[in-house]
Each structure stands twice: as C-alpha cells, then as structure tokens.
C-alpha cells in the first residue's frame, strides 16, 4: 500500500487549525513563537491530560442543563491548567538561596503539550523509521514505537548544542520566564490527540477529501462516526487555542477590556453590533501585569499575556468545547460563578471568563439557566434554539459572536464545507450552529484538513510532502 504526497497533506496541516474565525490583522498577536527542541528538554516530556470518560446520560444531562454544563466548563479549565513540575528547575531572581530547598518550578498541564513543529518532527522520525518494507505495506507504528517517539522528542535537543540548552536556562530570571518555556504558539495538542494522529496515519492517508460532502454517510453511526479515521479519538484527546497579546510596555499599553455583558451581547447576536462579529478596534486597554494576566517571557525579552484560550476535550462523544478569555471585570458575566478549585490556582487565573457548549440544541429551557445577577442576564442575551459561546479574542470578524464551537467543528475534514458557515443561513442555519450532518469526516478536528486562508502556516504541509515525495521515489521497486 503506497501513500504519495497527497495523503501526506492530511498529517501536514497538523500545524493550523483554523476552523471558521474570520481574522483581523492584529500587530499586538505577531511574533508566534512554539516549543523548541531546547525548551523541549526543559520543559520535559507533554504531560496527558487527566480525562473524565462520561457517558451518553451525562451527556443528556449537560445538554438540558446551563449550571451542570458550566460546572463542567470549570473542570475541564481546571484539569488543564494543573501546574506540573517541569523537568530543569532554572534558578531564577526569587528562588531560596542555595543554602535553602530550591523552589519548585511548573508549568500548567496544557503549556506541555506539543506544537505543530514538534508532531512534524515526530512524524519524520517515526516514518523514516519504520524502514522501507513497512512505509510500503502502511504498516502503523506500535503504541511501543509512538512512546518511544515521544521519549526522543523530550530529550534531543536537535540543532543546537548542550552549551546553548544551558545559555537558554540561564536567561530565565523570573516566573514569566520560566513560563516562557512553553513559548506562544497558538495550537498544541494532548498526547492522547498525537497518538491517535500517528497511529492511525495510515488510515487518514487513504481517506479522500475532496469526495467528502455534508451528504456523506460515516463509517458508523453508533460506533464510528468519523471518515478519516479508523476509530473515533479517545477520551484523553485534547485540543487548545490560544491567542497572546504582546504586552511587555514597549508595544502595547495593556490588555483589551471586552464586554462580555448582557446589553452587548444582545447587540452582537442580533447583528447589531460590528455586524454580529467582535472587532478589538477602539476596545478600552486597561494594565495587565502578571498577577493580571498569564504572562511569558520569550528567548528574545519580548513578553506576552494570555487572552484567550479554547480548550476542546473528547470527553464526551461530541467533544467539550470550553473557552475562556482576560476580564478588567473578571467576576461579572461569565465570571460570576467561578468555584473554588479555579480560585486555588492564584492570580491571574481568577480573572479569566469561561463558556462551554457540549450540544449543538439548546435544551435548558431556562434562559437564565438557573442564575441570578449578571450571569443570568448574559446567558439570556444569548439563549435560543442553539446554544452559543464564542471568545472575541479568538473569533474576531462578522458574525463570529453569533456562533458556538461545535456547530463550526462539526464540518471539520470536509473542505468544501467552510465557506459560508457563518453567512449562508441557506445551507447553515442559526450561523453554523445547527447539527446538518450525521458524520463528522474528522472528529470535529480541523486540524486534519483546513482550507488555505490567509494567517495559515504551511510549513508542515511543504515539509511532509516533500518528505514523503522523496520516500516515495526511493522505495520504488
């Protein structure tokens, strides 16, 4: 069984997922920067993340219920942000003196999980490796070979020298530093989520795109409903994206302060507001410092915060889809019910805003779901026959505060699909947001196939077909 170049594009565009936000040009988000091999081996090996396997029942009953729903948000937010001790404990200004114990240095679970650079590089070893006979045959790695991937790709430090690992430990001088090691990409994904990509390659390869349509029956209903796939991901499968903002003093004068409250809300689900988009263009900018905001400090000094942030778990069937976003009025709105466990994690993470979704219908037939003050007043702006969350940091553009995650997610592998998600009502009702299929060609995953759009990085496309163009010449008989 031969794959050529054109089954290669499947596991090269890993590095985007773009989904359906529309982007603005934004100068304070420039300067992306992912985990390199250096901050790799500080940081250590990508942690998995701890998933709650619910079943069917629950998920009826996240659907039919705001307050367990956002329970749930909650959790997952706080599954992802667990801090872990990360593998170099650099000495930095506010470490004990040596004569004391060394202040133990972590990052939260998410900032370990791989970039798109790191699954490129895992995907050359791992094929190379496989040897000629088993590239040809479509032969899958053990679950043995992909542990043993992943051991590699902790510890070596690629191109550079054990003198610049150590010169790269010695800039750290603070917590945004240490932190700093998990760089600024925008997409990572869990090591649940690699898994499956590398391990089922051979699968993905043979699955055909272009012939994919909103008609297309899955492989199975009931136990698979995917194309590309040869199973569904499993439990520990997780995605996050995030957007940063550039704020050291140098750039920019603080954060932006969206409002997240009813009044507004109301205005950009009606389409009255910045044609039912979100736009930063005239947004308040309030000081943020790292006790304000998640804050990093890059190799280069250049420093920036955290603003937004999607986190998508296969913990149910159809995924849970949490976002959250930075508040100058954190405990208002999508604030207001914030528990303890968040809490516990200290500054800044209390002044983050969070909604979820985990159905397509809005089933709780309280537009307030339960709630009093001004979370209620927010979850009734925005009630209706489908559900909504939408991040304005992360979906900026027209019609985008109109959407919620799943409905965009669920055309994900079908690249004929995106265009007019949110605008042609025709064809997708309620701007996306309403279930029109009954196969989900790549698991809700837009990672696996995106459409070209102009923020995209092609890199991993460029770099694997090419790779897989040369395998292809020299294991010819």
Known sequence: ????????????????????????????????????????????????????????????????????????????????????????????????????????????????WFGGDEIERMFAKMYHDLGKDRRLAGDAPTDREIDAI????????GPSSE??????LAQIDSQQGVDGL????????????????????????????????????????????????????????????????????????GLPALDTGAESLSKRVSGELDKGGWS?????????????????????????????????????RHWVWVTVWWSDTPDEDFGQDRPDEIKALGAPWSNYKMCVVTDFEEKDEDPRGGFEGSLGDALAAVHGKTTWCSNGFIEKGEHNAQTNCIGCHQHAGDIHALDGVLTDESKFPFSGRS?????????????????????????????????????AREDSP
Not at 150 to 156: I, M, R
Not at 441 to 453: F, G, I, N, Q, V
């Open 1 to 112: 069984m031969r794959f050529g170049p054109a089954a290669a594009c499947l596991l090269g565009v890993l590095g985007v997922a773009a989904g359906c936000a529309l982007n603005e040009t934004d100068e304070a988000t420039e300067g992306e920067s992912e985990i390199r091999e250096l901050e790799r081996r500080a940081v250590g090996p990508a942690r998995d993340y701890p998933a709650v396997r619910y079943t069917d029942a629950d998920a009826e009953r996240y659907a039919k219920s705001k307050k367990a729903r956002r329970e749930l948000g909650w959790q997952v937010l706080a599954r992802a942000l667990q801090p872990v001790r990360i593998a170099a404990q650099p000495e930095t200004s506010s470490t004990p003196a040596p004569t004391r114990p060394v202040a133990e240095r972590t990052l939260p679970l998410f900032r370990t």
């Open 150 to 157: 992943f051991d590699w790709n902790a510890k070596a430090l």
């Open 163 to 168: 003198a610049e690992y150590f010169a790269r």
């Open 182 to 253: 998990g760089g600024n990409g925008r997409v990572a994904y869990s090591p649940g989520y690699v898994k499956h990509i590398l391990g089922d390659y051979p699968t993905i390869a043979s699955c055909k795109l272009d012939e994919l349509t909103v008609e297309t029956p899955p492989k199975s209903e009931e136990t698979n409903f995917t194309n590309c796939f040869s199973r569904e991901f499993d439990a520990d499968a997780a995605v996050i994206k995030a957007s940063w903002r550039r704020n050291d003093g140098l750039v920019t004068a």
């Open 280 to 316: 930063l263009r005239g947004v308040p900018m309030k000081p943020a410092g790292p006790e304000d905001a998640y804050s990093v400090t890059l190799s280069d000094q250049t420093g920036y915060s955290l603003v937004g942030l999607h986190i998508m778990t296969k913990e149910l």
């Open 435 to 471: 279930q029109i299929r009954t196969g989900f060609p790549a698991d809700y995953s837009w990672a696996l196939a995106t459409p070209a759009s102009p923020d995209q990085k092609d890199r991993l496309y460029d770099v694997v077909v090419n790779r897989m163009k040369v395998y």
